[in-house]
């Protein structure tokens, strides 16, 4: 079983997630842009249009204009859980030095370790918490009900069990489980030199569930975190307007 | 939920098919034949394709439309509208729909869904509220646009939109005006102005050939709107064009476009370019007309059959009244319309061809400081007048949902207080003159380039 979790399952995941995220990528590029369906005030260059979208995607600024309490559940568990994610590489990679390799001068390797602890936490309830919130929106929201289906859900209590576990991780220090013995056994996987799964229930419990939820993201609505630029690349795209002027008219405007 | 219950407007008969060289689809081959299009639609249109697998459900949209807001019905939720068809897609285009149906919210098509569809995407007015809102940028209008092709493919389709395509097929405008009766209604007009304006002479000219501009009107201009036309008029005559309207499209709108993109549109764009080359027309200006105004603008360059359209640029009568204000060479006397006027965005203006600036600048300089208020919300954010889209039914059933479709463009009309609505499109002005009765509202409707015409001051 420990075989299966920790050396195959681990591989069919990255395959499925890597070659699935790619082979949808594959079929949307297929059909074409047929007309052009940009949105106005239009960009007037492809910059100002690039620039648009990517503070859309920073800011979720659609849902901060028009849906405030959605904006405070979706725009938090994002941010969280892109941090998270950058910090996961990160920490495990350096160990929990990454604050100290980045300004070495400035933040000794005992700051970083207690940073990274920290804002770690810090991250993941609120990324808990923001989950919570989206699903508590989603059940009370009636709206939002009647056009859910089961799989709206299983994606959020998926991601609620992984970050209910990593948050029990953090939190009391007898299930904690320190970067090394993690960096150990990845280095391994990244390396094909096996090492053996860390003897850690909780972590195997997290590590299953993150590895389910890659295997599924190319075949769910998890998707969107891609498929947001290629519709925003449709629907925001640079538009020049004609010359105005009337040819043959007895008023013209450049005199 | 049985067809009978649901909310559809009065179909085309096989007969009026016939007529535009298309057979009913049989129902036992219906199924089969929408999830063949289908197939066809998600390898050629790729906002299509996006739509159907982009959304997560969020709900955003729901409040943003004003069919919903009307109803409260959770199919009119765009997310959910495009949902009648995404459960369909999902079953037979993507692995988790075909293993998992129930799961991921997947379903076979069925009868009962093509009924769906065809009372739901004729709700939808393809406004791009939505779109506007969503935070992916998901076009619902897209879908309808597809789910309306599919459906008049199989046979399914209006009354209205049909027999206008039969129209738009025998005389090349949505009234079916000939061109006898074209340039019998532009005399009368003349003559109107005349009498009206203190003896203003303003031609309007019908197949004039080596004319430098071609102007579109909008068909029902000359029976609904004439003071549209009176406006077009004044300014061509201010401003010296040479300048021609072709009886053979007299048409600024494109009701192919909003139901048959595949022959009727085309059919239109190819009317238009053949005519502009005829006449020598070394520009098309086109008249007040929201998603006719869409379809030239943004269609044309990719739907033209013809080089023409590398050669002949089309811009609105709002982009050159617009220029030429600018430019200061219009004289305008704002105290001609002296009212508390509010402005109406069209939807296919506002958020699709880019015209939220043009059209208040006009407003700015014809009618006095301060009698202009805006509406909220305005400009890309506006509310669809509730008929976008041609869903203008006159059966009893369909008209009550037009009001309920409108209260929401009521309610803002009603905060400004205003006594003049100005909506510059002909399917709004269509459908707010019903509205402003039945909400029982003290205003009047009147386009954009009715009050330029009004104001513009002749001194000969």
């Known amino acids: 079983m420990s075989l299966f979790l920790g050396q195959i399952l681990p591989y069919i995941a990255a395959v499925v997630f890597i070659s699935g995220v790619t082979w949808r990528i594959w079929r949307w590029m297929i059909p074409r842009i047929v007309h052009n369906i940009t949105l106005s005030p239009f960009p007037g260059s492809w910059s100002k249009a690039i620039v648009w979208i990517l503070w859309q995607f920073a800011t979720f600024w659609n849902l901060l204009k028009f849906d405030r309490p959605l904006w405070l559940g979706a725009w938090f568990m994002h941010i969280a859980l892109f941090l998270m994610l950058g910090g996961h590489v990160m920490a495990f990679y350096t160990v929990g030095l990454q604050f100290h390799v980045m300004a070495p001068g400035i933040i000794t390797a005992e700051m970083s370790l207690a940073m990274s602890d920290w804002i770690g936490t810090i991250l993941g309830l609120i990324f808990l918490v923001a989950l ?7 059940l009370a929201n009636e709206q939002v009900r009647a056009i859910s289906s089961s799989s709206d859900y299983l994606h959020l209590f998926l991601l609620i069990g992984i970050a209910t576990v990593g948050n029990i991780m953090r939190l009391f220090p007898e299930y904690h489980l320190g970067y090394a013995p993690v960096r150990e ?42 498929g947001f630029f290629w519709e925003r690349w449709i629907v925001n795209r640079p538009y020049t307007e004609p010359a105005r002027g009337l040819p043959g008219a007895r008023l013209q405007l450049h005199k | 939920m049985s067809a009978n219950e649901l909310r559809q407007p009065k179909r085309a008969s096989a007969a009026l098919f016939k007529k535009l060289g298309m057979d009913l689809v049989p129902d036992n081959e219906k199924v089969a034949a929408a999830i063949g299009h289908i197939d066809d639609f998600r390898l050629k249109v790729r906002s ?47 692995v988790q729909g075909q293993l998992f149906p129930g799961l991921v919210g997947a379903q076979d098509l069925d009868l009962e869904t093509i009924e769906k569809w065809y009372s739901y995407f004729y709700q939808c007015s393809e406004c791009r509220r939505c779109a506007h809102v969503c935070p992916f940028g998901i076009d619902t209008a897209e879908v309808t646009f597809i789910a309306r092709q599919i459906l008049y493919w199989l046979g399914i389709a209006p009354q209205l939109h049909t027999a206008t395509a039969d129209a738009i097929l025998r005389t090349g405008n949505h009234m079916g005006l000939t061109k006898a009766g074209i340039i019998d209604t532009l005399e009368f007009l003349s003559e109107e102005i005349e009498e009206e304006y203190d003896g203003l002479k303003v031609d309007f000219p019908v197949d004039k050939p080596d004319s430098d501009i071609l102007y579109v009107p909008s068909s029902a201009d000359f029976m609904l709107n004439p003071r549209t036309l009176f406006g077009a008029g004044q300014f061509f005559k201010y401003v010296g064009a040479n300048w021609t309207i072709s009886s053979e499209i007299t048409e600024a709108g494109n009701f192919g476009y909003l139901s048959d993109q595949t022959r009727i549109q085309r059919e239109m764009v190819t009317r238009l370019l053949a005519e502009a080359k005829k006449y020598g027309c070394k520009k098309i200006v086109w008249g007040e007309c929201g998603h006719g105004w869409r379809a030239a603008k943004m269609y044309v360059p990719t739907l033209a059959d013809l080089v023409a359209v590398k050669q002949i ?117 269509a459908q707010l003159y019903p509205m402003v009765k039945e909400h029982k509202l003290p205003v009047e409707v009147f386009g954009l380039i009715d009050l330029v015409g009004h104001a513009l001051v002749f001194r000969e």
């Open chain 2, 313 to 429: 640029p089309i811009t609105h009568i709002h982009d050159e009244v617009e220029a030429y204000i600018k430019a200061g060479l219009l004289e305008l006397d704002p105290k001609r319309n002296d009212s508390k006027i509010t402005l109406h965005d069209p939807c296919n203006y506002a958020r699709a061809c880019g015209h939220a600036d043009n059209m208040r600048t006009i407003m700015n300089a014809v009618v006095p400081k301060g009698a202009f208020v805006e509406m909220t919300p305005n400009r890309e954010a506006n509310f669809c007048c509730g008929g976008g889209s041609g869903i203008l039914f006159d059966d009893p059933g369909m008209y009550q949902f037009r009001i309920e479709a409108s209260n929401k463009k009521a309610e803002q009309v009603r905060e400004t207080g205003a006594e003049i609505l100005c909506a510059p499109c002909s399917i709004c002005k």
């Open chain 2, 48 to 94: 299509f394709v996006m739509a159907m697998e982009t959304c997560v459900k969020c709900g955003a949209c729901a409040e943003a439309c004003h069919t919903y807001l009307g109803t409260r019905d959770p199919n009119n939720i765009p997310a959910g509208r495009v949902d009648l068809i995404r459960k369909v897609y999902k079953r037979y285009f993507t």
């Open chain 1, 185 to 226: 056994y990845l280095a391994g996987l990244f390396l094909f030199n096996p090492v053996p799964l860390p003897d850690h229930s909780l972590f195997l419990i997290k590590y299953t569930l993150v590895m389910i939820l890659m295997i599924i993201f190319p075949f769910s609505k998890l998707m969107h975190s891609f």
């Open chain 1, 132 to 138: 919570l919130y989206l699903l508590g929106r989603r």
